[in-house]
């Protein structure tokens, strides 16, 4: 079999000013975010213990100031923060409203922690958390973002240390990946999800730079970063969260109006059914929307799970009255992806909703996370990230790697490619692994831009986690940011 290599471009990002960079930090240094409003603002509530609310303010107090970078070897992947009160790289104040703030007496703390199964502190943690959130909405100051700030006596009762999820900035765990205890973060969102407002979960991690993660909690996924990486983080990802656009793909005019999908699979709390959810981005904004499918099927002869043709048609029916919802107008091109490979009755229900949309160009690619096929770099460092091999109608593309902005390999370990492994598409598959690609950089929970999965299959997988804690019969909020 021939193949062809090439390694793709580092796909820029659009910001304030009619601004391009390919890094969002430096970019919204630069340029400032998309869009930016004078005066603007994002206001915070804080629940948390006496302590953990002075240590949440105190740190928003330290961003008004300038953060040095971690590195002055590595200036672009640790780059300083310029600081709220100098060059304010959102154009926006940040205020922790002091009415919207609920402190946790040490007692309801207390009672949590003395609880011994991890199965019954966790819904309980969970509820004491969600009565403050209620509480706060009800008052008359209603912020942007609820920030839950954790005690870590209280994480260490309720965090377990084989939880994938540990932080708001993980979700690369695997579809079906149940078999995990049960999850704080997971279950507060879906709680909160009626309260149409997002939350962000800290840990005393945050501002202080002495707290070390205590060693049962300590895995791969919850590292601490240096402060200047953890203020762009946290602020980029409360900036998305109240409803503004730090960046977005710039889309040239000659292109046609896409839609992208992201099906993941979950089971429910029994683990007895296997279920579908959605994440749809509506456009280069990162705007999408949260659908649940109907139920999930696999074979014993084959675990990768798919739809029935009446539920791939259902589920894509409403996706795309959804996009016309929001754009008056259906998408002229729909991709879809997911972690499994399509069955051809899948397609059946698909192309049926497509036909009656009038969408006249689709692609189904297999995003396919554990590649049989690999490639190595003469030399120390692994291949360049972007590196694409083309075997036929299929490709292996390299979203982590070797970053020559950065000057360096950002990763730990060994990067796996995706192979890109389209059903049918209309699109050539160099130009389907040029858009994964660019949707690996549309991860608000984190500045940078080197993710491993495309947003679209990256948001469907968290979502799913937190999905599994809603009622059947309840019909979930649709805004992505009340899950991250």
């Known amino acids: ?29 630069a340029h400032g975010p998309l869009q930016p409003m004078p005066g603007d603002r994002v206001t915070i509530g804080v629940i948390g213990t006496s302590e953990t609310y002075d240590g949440f303010e105190a740190w928003m107090e330290r961003l008004t100031s300038s953060i040095p970078g971690k590195s002055k070897k590595q200036p672009n992947l640790f780059p300083p923060f310029p600081g709220l009160g100098n060059q304010n790289p959102f154009e926006c104040r940040f205020e922790v409203i002091s009415s919207a703030r609920r402190i946790l007496p040490a007692r309801d703390i207390g009672d949590i922690v003395r609880i011994k199964k991890h199965a019954e502190a966790v819904p309980e943690a969970a509820e004491l958390f969600f009565d403050q959130a209620q509480a ?3 008052g008359s100051d209603r912020p942007d973002v609820i920030v839950a700030a954790l005690p870590f006596d209280l994480i260490l009762r309720v965090v377990n240390h084989t939880t994938p999820l540990a932080t708001d900035d993980a979700a690369d ?12 973060r997971d279950l507060f969102k879906a709680k909160t999800l009626p309260l149409a407002c997002p939350t962000q979960l800290v840990w005393p991690t945050l501002w202080d730079d002495n707290a070390r993660i205590p060693r ?3 895995q791969t996924a919850r590292t601490v970063q240096d402060p200047a990486t953890r203020a762009w983080n946290l602020l980029n990802a409360m900036f998305y969260k109240a409803g503004r656009t730090p960046w ?3 889309r040239p005019e000659d292109a046609l109006s896409t839609s992208y999908v992201g099906i993941g699979f979950y089971r429910d709390l029994s683990g007895q059914r296997l279920l579908t959810s959605t994440a749809q981005m509506f456009d280069e904004r990162g705007k999408g929307l949260i659908l649940r499918g109907g139920r999930a099927l696999t074979d014993k002869q084959d675990r990768n799970p798919y739809l029935d043709r009446e539920n791939a048609y259902d589920l894509l029916q409403r996706s795309l009255k959804a996009f016309f919802g929001q754009h008056h107008h259906y998408p002229a091109r729909l991709i879809v992806m997911k972690t499994s490979r399509f069955r051809s009755t899948e397609i059946d229900g698909f192309r049926e909703a497509l036909a009656e949309a009038n969408v006249a160009y689709s692609d189904f690619v297999w995003v396919r996370e554990n590649s049989p096929i690999t490639m190595y770099r003469e030399g120390a460092y692994p291949p360049l990230r972007g590196t694409t091999v083309k075997f036929g109608r299929d490709a292996v593309l390299f979203t982590r790697g070797s970053v020559p902005v950065y000057r360096t390999y950002p990763g730990l370990r060994v990067p796996n490619p995706l192979m890109l492994r389209p059903h049918t598409a209309d699109t ?16 608000w929970n984190t500045t940078q831009f080197d993710g491993a999965l495309p947003v679209p ?7 799913g986690r937190v999905l599994k804690h809603v009622p059947i019969g309840q019909v979930p909020t649709s805004r992505y940011p009340y899950y991250m």
């Open 216 to 218: 049962k909690l300590k």
């Open 1 to 29: 079999m021939t193949f062809r290599t090439l390694i793709l471009d580092e796909p820029e990002l659009e910001f304030g000013n009619g601004g391009y960079h390919v890094d969002p930090r430096l970019g919204l240094t």
């Open 457 to 463: 299959i990256r948001a469907a997988r968290q979502v």
């Open 428 to 443: 050539p598959i160099m130009d389907i692994a040029r858009e994964v690609l660019a949707l690996t950089k549309m991860n």
């Open 173 to 184: 765990a695997t579809d079906e990946d149940h078999d995990h205890p049960l999850d704080f």
């Open 248 to 250: 977005r793909l710039p």
């Open 136 to 138: 706060m909405l009800e």
